[in-house]
Nanobody, 121 residues
Framework: VQLQAFGGGSVQAGDSLRLSCTVS????????LGWFRQTPGKAREFVAA????????YYDNSVKGRFTISRDDAENTAFLQMNNLKPDDTAAYYC???????????????WGQGTQVTVSS
């Protein structure tokens, strides 16, 4: 199973970005999908997750109301719509796939490479 994340960039505070994560191999519809982020010197942190059925989502409080996770099983793609971005959102963002719908990165089996998001004030 391979994941590829893209869509990062450099934006101003208040702007929006949409990250995408394509998944190849495996059975996409059976995976829970998660987004995590990491800044240098810090541990990777949970951002959002979506259940394999797509009917449940979970967000870290820091992004709730601003970010939306979604999935398109026909395209084997997960999305993270990020609105009203803040400088604190600056990080490398990673997508992950696994069986468990969870906020812990240890429960995800497959990871994509990071895509950098930089938000300036």
């Amino acid at each position: 199973v391979q994941l590829q994340a893209f869509g990062g960039g450099s934006v101003q505070a208040g702007d929006s970005l949409r990250l995408s994560c394509t998944v190849s191999g495996g059975t996409f519809s059976s995976y829970a999908l998660g987004w995590f982020r990491q800044t240098p010197g810090k541990a990777r942190e949970f951002v959002a997750a979506i259940r394999w059925t797509g009917d449940r989502t979970y967000y870290d409080n820091s992004v709730k109301g601003r970010f939306t996770i979604s999935r398109d099983d026909a395209e084997n793609t997960a999305f993270l719509q990020m609105n009203n971005l803040k400088p604190d959102d600056t990080a490398a963002y990673y997508c992950a796939a696994g069986i468990a719908f969870d906020y812990s990165d240890s429960t995800y089996d497959y990871w994509g490479q990071g895509t950098q998001v930089t938000v300036s004030s």
